[in-house]
DNA sequence: CTGAAAGCGCTTACAG
DNA sequence: CTGAAAGCGCTTACAG
């Protein structure tokens, strides 16, 4: 009779308790549940019993009753972008995939939220619902919502960016440095004027790139020019715009501030027959698979996206399960330099 | 002393139960129930005098507890390929967008994990910890092992694609057709010799895709050429030799099964010199930002991907929530014609 | 090392 | 229309 399960696989709906166990091995709930789970003193041959019905019968605890005593969901959340200009850039499912990875290894799960500009609502929703452990943000604003809302509230959290708060875990690359260092690399390898067009300044990563590029004019003793720098261009309008003004002011090199920018420049300036690297030199930031097959080559910084993911879901399960440390993750960034820069 | 809840935003960990709103209403956790779900016949005071209670202290029922009384997660599955080749194109985070913005609307959060070529383990985990009421396959491969062991152990799911098995909903752009309906433009344009490049077999799409290629040479009278023909090309290396194969038989167009082999032809004829469209016209599926935004613009089969995941949503929460329609969901297509082809 | 029992916060027959 | 009570399947003090 108890042998009915025999060689079955599992099948859905079939489920075997606690209770169960506890029933067919002839010792007590509390004794299979501290079994399972290790807590607690318990017997070795118990324990193995245990274990080895466990196995033949592939008994899986309720997730539900878990959770009801525990209060841990085994979920972290994931807010993903939803505004229009993410979707040109693998960007977030790279990002996406690399905490599905450490998620999986470390037996969690991955809910993805998604975030407009600053509307948080199905964050909170997902926050309110109980339905994670914590939170992973995947990039900061100007006055973000999401992050003063979980600082609020306590909710566990880590920001794949940067911030001045240093109480909030975060996972970034130097990307002020990287551009730095990419900018003084141009200039030492000869070019004479080069310009910027960046993304929206409302994402604190423009700034930092932004910044970087000041840095290496100054050290380099060379002042801004006011007619070589574009924020905020975060339209192809406004980007074409950018490069004529660029074309019209002599630089020779233009510096862009993400992938998606880039190949707008490069698509128009194909359109108007300047070609690149003769007439302009172009390089830009977060080495996608499209600058590294584009002809020719693109310069550019890259950054293993994957990595910021899975970094990001190790340090926030951690945050989670009580290491409390806080420090900045900084992963690697290498600098390709290829033709468009030759 | 009930009012030191008063004005107060939610705050994380401070819970009120139903078994509170009882006591401080005075009627029974029943009725408080009742009220909240609507179920059963409950007095229109009550009703009201719960639902102002729940909206002033912003009460949340508990996510397991609720769980636990109905086996219900709210949650959906999104199985997401883990392959080394889907990162470089945005495919999966549209439609994983589009999936996330019903679910929001119906209640439901996403839950995605991955599915390395045929190893579907952690598909099942996620379903044999119970943490998903229903699934969503973004693909189909040839001997799908993920939609075997859905369909076996009678989890719901849906399939993004195309299957034989017709109890299975699916949800698919007729992707034959749409090829079909390009190549016989491109003939009825005064092309001359139509190439094809297609991606592993081992997706069924694919094989979809050329079978209209197929046809539509031979609605033309056209017999097949099998040196214009080079499947399974997956890696850049088979890419170009196909290329390279095509260029000397004097083909004067290539269709392309996807952008991401797409993106590899435009790059190597530019290389070799060869200019599109005048000594090469080109095509593609899928019609992604980059052939869009490519010089010059490229002819493309353009399918919504955001469209397939809202539409995949509905359908698998229409069949959790007992709506057993299981009608194939046919999306639509457009043919843009561009200067590639001109 | 093990058991009996209470508790987590819902839902839902059953009875009225 | 409403209440008292049992039940969902775990965990964990408490007692031995």
Same mark, same amino acid.
């Given at each position: 009779m108890e042998e009915n399960n025999e060689g079955k696989?599992?099948?859905y709906g079939n489920k075997i308790t606690i209770a169960d166990i506890a029933e067919n091995l002839g010792v007590s709930k509390s004794t299979v549940s501290?079994?399972?789970s290790g807590k607690g003193r318990i017997g070795k041959?118990?324990?193995k019993k245990v274990y080895d019905y466990i196995e033949k019968y592939n008994y899986k605890p309720n997730y539900f009753a878990k959770g009801l005593a525990t209060s841990k969901t085994y979920n972290i959340g994931v807010a993903f972008p939803a505004d229009v200009n993410v979707g040109n850039t693998p960007f977030f499912q790279g990002l996406l995939l690399g905490v599905c990875e450490v998620a999986a290894a470390l037996d969690y799960d991955v809910i993805v939220t998604t975030v407009k500009d600053s509307d948080i609502n199905l964050l909170k929703r997902l926050v309110e619902n109980n339905k994670v452990d914590g939170i992973i943000l995947t990039r900061n604003l100007l006055n973000d919502m999401a992050i003063s809302y979980l600082s609020e509230n306590g909710i566990p959290f880590v920001l794949v960016g940067s911030c001045e708060d240093e109480s909030i875990i975060q996972i970034d690359n130097n990307h002020l440095e990287a551009c730095e260092k990419l900018v003084s690399l141009l200039l030492a390898d000869g070019v004479k004027k080069i310009a910027m067009i960046g993304g929206d300044r409302k994402h604190i990563?423009?700034?930092?790139?932004?910044?970087?590029?000041? %840095?290496?004019?100054?050290? /380099?003793?060379?002042?801004?020019e006011h007619e070589l720098v574009f924020l905020d261009c975060y339209s192809p309008v406004f980007i074409e715009q950018a490069v004529r003004n660029i074309v019209k002011s002599k630089a020779d090199c233009i510096v862009c501030t993400d992938d998606v920018i880039c190949g707008r420049v490069l698509s128009f300036l194909r359109d108007e027959g300047i070609s690149v690297p003769e007439n302009m030199k172009i390089a830009s930031f977060y080495d996608s698979y499209h600058l590294e097959t584009h002809n020719p080559p693109v310069t550019a910084i890259g950054i293993s996206v994957e990595d910021l993911g899975t970094e990001a879901g190790k340090r926030l399960i951690g945050l989670i399960d009580g290491s409390n440390n806080n420090k %900045?993750?900084?992963?690697? /960034?290498?600098?390709?330099?290829?033709?468009?820069?030759?």
């Open positions: 696989d599992f099948l501290r079994a399972i041959d118990t324990t990563v423009n700034r930092y790139r932004s910044e970087g590029y000041y %840095k290496a004019l100054n050290n /380099y003793g060379l002042g801004i %900045k993750s900084i992963l690697d /960034y290498e600098i390709h330099l290829r033709r468009s820069t030759k």
